[in-house]
């Protein structure tokens, strides 16, 4: 299958700063990206999708200006969490489609943890 | 809004025992698949099915998808404890193309 990286792996930070975590298509381009939240002993959901050059669709309840999405290139995606809170603490997973929409490969994740 | 409910939530058995875990939505679905999640890892995609009554089998485990594309099941047989791992599944929406996870599968195979 198609792999997806994600860096970095894990970020502990402090209140107040922002983070940026990185998502790449490493063998294919990405005709879109998606970005899902992962709590602990639950199931993935989605925070919101990006297409290259166009601004990300967030879902409901998910606020834009505090997790801002770049969709740079067809292999690069860039959420950045601002002004972190221990809140948002959680386990955060990239995840693109090529050229077949039914097929999503994942990255890794990125653990956040906030002080 | 979760859409996609699987059951059981967890399940205990023994190394060579038969399950099944049912993933099951009132929405029709384009596609459906499945993944195994281990601990701090992303998930991994197992299969995709897309037609309605679509049987797929990967060694051991055996995926089908309902007639009305709204349910899913995946069967594994003489389960080893390497297959110790969350199982979701996950429907591609029709309308808006968005792909949305069941609740999830915890499974532990001990020898």
């Known amino acids: 299958g198609a792999v997806v990286s994600q860096h970095p792996s894990w970020v502990i930070c402090k209140s107040g700063t922002s983070v940026k975590i990185e998502c790449r298509s490493l063998?294919?381009?990405?005709?879109?990206m998606f970005w899902y939240r992962q709590f602990p002993k639950q199931s993935l959901m989605l925070m919101a999708t990006s297409n290259e050059g166009s601004k990300a669709t967030y879902e409901q309840g998910v606020e834009k200006d505090k997790f801002l999405i770049n969709h740079a290139s067809l292999t690069l995606s860039t959420l950045t969490v601002t002004s972190a809170h221990p809140e948002d603490s959680s386990f955060y997973i990239c995840?693109?489609?090529?050229?077949?929409?039914?097929?999503?490969?994942f990255g890794p994740g990125t653990r956040l943890t906030v002080l | 809004t979760q859409l996609l409910e699987q059951s059981p939530q967890f399940l205990s058995i023994q190394e060579g025992e038969n399950l099944t875990v049912y993933c099951n939505s009132s929405s029709v679905f384009s596609s459906l698949q499945w993944y195994r999640q281990e601990p701090g890892e992303g998930p991994v995609l197992l299969v995709t099915?897309?037609?309605?009554?679509e049987v797929k089998k990967l060694k051991r485990l055996t995926f089908q998808f309902g007639d009305a594309r709204k349910d899913s099941s995946l069967h594994i047989t003489a389960a080893q404890p390497g297959d110790t791992g969350l199982y979701l599944c996950?429907?591609?929406?029709?309308?808006?193309?968005?792909?949305?996870f069941g609740t999830g599968t915890r499974l532990q195979v001990f020898p």
């Open positions: 995840s693109a489609t090529g050229e077949s929409r039914h097929e999503q490969f």
């Open positions: 996950a429907g591609r929406h029709y309308n808006t193309d968005k792909l949305i």
């Open positions: 099915v897309v037609t309605g009554g």
């Open positions: 063998d294919f381009q990405a005709t879109t």
